[in-house]
């Protein structure tokens, strides 16, 4: 079983859609949580980060961490063609983020 | 502020030839992560570094692989004897050092070096 489960879609969904993107774990030591985003040819970026359990927003995008339940979510409002890209979900244990796990990405494309 | 430079950008290789792929970290970076990323597969952490000591190599391969990250110039990642197997995107990231109880909630990525096995 991997550590980090996360569907890798590819999933499309119309303009101004909300998208949910999901991801399961196993390892209930992972205490901090991330989202990157990954355009086609181009290496990963940080959205957003959360630690332990709770929700966090920036501008469009929630972010959700469910810790009993092993399970984190990303929330995009108004989606927009600039969307699309590949979100992965990612963890590690300590604030020193030296070790960290991917899942293996969802594929977002957003239809004008 | 540059960001984190890899090159090159594509790399052809043969079978049992060896590959160079460089890292040049954001200024200010002491710690360099390398991951490979397989077709429609996530990031697999290989090797973290700082320089001149490597922190965490659990996920290389014992064979072939080797990484370093000299006091001066770019971090560089081995891979000897290449197989038709090598072949990935192999990606540089980048983080400051740790300040206590602080989250390097950052690991700056370089845009990857692609690297083909004939």
């Known amino acids: 079983q991997k550590e980090v489960e996360q569907d890798p879609g590819p999933l499309s969904v119309p303009e101004g859609a909300i998208v949910s993107l999901n991801c399961t774990y196993s390892n209930s030591a992972f205490q901090y949580f991330m989202w990157y985003r990954q355009y086609s040819r181009k290496g990963p970026e940080l959205l957003m980060y959360?630690?332990?359990?709770g929700n966090k927003e920036d501008g469009r995008f929630t972010a959700q961490v469910d810790k009993s339940s092993k399970y984190i979510s990303l929330f995009i409002r108004d989606s927009q063609p600039s969307d699309s890209a590949t979100y992965l979900c990612a963890m590690c244990v300590d604030s020193s983020a030296s070790k960290i796990i991917f899942g293996s990405g969802t594929r977002l494309s957003i239809r004008p | 502020n540059a960001g984190v430079m890899q090159n090159p950008r594509h790399l052809v290789r043969r079978r049992g030839q060896e590959a160079r792929l460089r890292c040049s970290p954001m200024?200010?970076?002491?710690?360099v992560y390398w991951y490979r990323q397989l077709p429609e597969e996530g990031l697999k952490f290989m090797v973290y570094l700082q320089k001149e000591n490597i922190i965490d190599e659990s996920g290389m391969p014992k064979e072939r692989f080797s990484a370093e990250f000299p006091k001066e110039g770019p971090s560089i990642l081995r891979i000897q004897q290449v197989v038709r197997g090598d072949s990935a995107a192999y990606f540089c990231?980048?983080?400051?050092?740790?300040?206590?109880?602080?989250?390097?909630?950052?690991?700056?990525f370089g845009p990857g070096t692609r690297l083909t096995v004939l």
């Open positions: 200024k200010g970076h002491s710690h």
């Open positions: 959360t630690y332990s359990s």
């Open positions: 990231a980048s983080s400051p050092p740790p300040g206590p109880g602080s989250f390097t909630d950052t690991q700056y």
